[in-house]
């Protein structure tokens, strides 16, 4: 695609790197086939295309974002499927980044749309205040039956959005899990030392996750810890387009985790939501030009892993537990599009006597993404349903996941049990039985 940023705008490095993104683009529209919005909205404004013009317009001519172009951007998912169909190698994902960024810079939203977002940016990162939250949302949840149906809105409202927060708010949540500061010795000979991330979410709606993840790692001869101080990774401001909130998560993370590897060793840095893990490895690339935390936020994201990824090269030894169970793994976006970690959770389960069917429109988001479906309830509903669907044609007995987002997002839709991958894999290899009903 041909640019035309003026030298003075060159200078800039984040508009240099657009330049560099927005150049690799030839217009194909490959992307357009395997982009969710395009595929339910169909407006070329909705694809990764559209949205590629939308921004190369924007910055190139130095405008400040309109109405119009929000409503592009704030539809899109992030959820990569254009950057692993595209066969140019355009990286969508720092473009969109960018173009958020500017967004919250120079937008100004409706006061009820800015409030709810200062909202999600102050509560989802701090786990006491998230759990708070989520009672309370408990408690209102009989009112989400009073607010309109999503279903109904063109275009999401504050109430719409109000509604999705208390339909998607647990029932009952579990104890929390154990603290930053804690140490679980590895069984038997020590191979290996990693910090597993607590994640924010995630350590309120299910502790599970990383309990079973400890377990698994820990039966296997690597040591676990979990870092004292060590806050949200920065994804879910991150996402939001408030990078100054984002960084300096990212910073405070950077710092407890070498400290942490200078004390006493870090063979990897495990993450067990795929969201999370994304961003963690992409801190390299969000710090590049501070000239303080650049190689320090580079050798953090070289020792990020998914869980799964992990596991993998631990080459577990095959387990002898024949299950038969009939899992559908749900690929997160961030996984197999940011991560591009597609057949290791598949293997692992299979190699355990899990029978792994893959959901048809694989390539799809479920509607998750973050904050997305409080934020868009309509299109995050549209897909989960179309998920859900997919995912009943293989009749599954149980649908795993990596991303906790995907499992409460999915878990709305279905009856089926859904559980993380590493749970199936800690039962499989010694540990308890997960909640499959
Ligand atoms: S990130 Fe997902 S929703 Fe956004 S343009 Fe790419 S494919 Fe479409
Ligand atoms: S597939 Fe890649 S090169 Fe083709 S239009 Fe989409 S982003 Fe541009």
Known sequence: MKTEFSKAQLAD???????????????????????????????????????????????????????????????????????????????????????????????????????????????????????????????ARPLAALLPSTRTQASPNLLSRVKAMLTMAPTQLPPAGPAGGSVFAAIGPRRARVALLQGCAQQVLAPRINDAAIRLLTRHGVEVVLVRNEQCCGALTHHLGRDGDALARAKANISVWLGEAERGGLDAILVTASGCGTVIKDYGYMLREDAEFAAPAAKVSSLAKDISEYVSALELPISDKQSNLVVAYHSACSLQHGQKITQAPKELLSKNGF?????????????????????????????????????????????????????????????VPVVHTIELLDWATGGPRPGLN
């Open 13 to 139: 490095p984040d508009i240099a790197e657009a330049n560099k993104i927005l150049r690799k683009c030839v217009h194909c529209g490959f992307c357009t086939a395997t982009c969710p919005t395009y595929v339910l909205l169909g407006d070329e404004l909705d694809s990764p295309r559209g949205r590629i013009y939308l921004i190369k317009e924007m910055l190139e001519k130095d405008q400040k974002p309109t109405q119009e172009v929000v409503k592009h951007i704030d539809r899109c998912l992030s959820c990569l499927a254009c950057m692993t169909t595209c066969p140019s190698g355009v990286n969508y994902m720092h473009l969109v980044d960018q173009a958020r960024v500017k967004i919250e810079k120079e937008y100004t939203r409706p006061l009820p749309e800015r409030l709810l977002r200062d909202v999600l940016a102050f509560v989802l990162p701090r786990p006491a205040l998230f759990r708070a939250s989520m009672i309370m949302a408990r408690l």
């Open 355 to 415: 029978v792994v069917k893959d959901i048809p429109e694989s390539h799809l988001c479920c509607g998750s993404a973050g904050t997305y479906n409080l934020l868009q309830p309509d299109i995050a509903s549209r897909l989960r349903d179309r998920k859900v669907a997919n995912i009943a044609s293989i009749k599954p007995d149980v649908i795993a996941a990596g991303n906790i987002g995907c499992m409460v997002q999915i878990a709305g839709g279905t009856d």
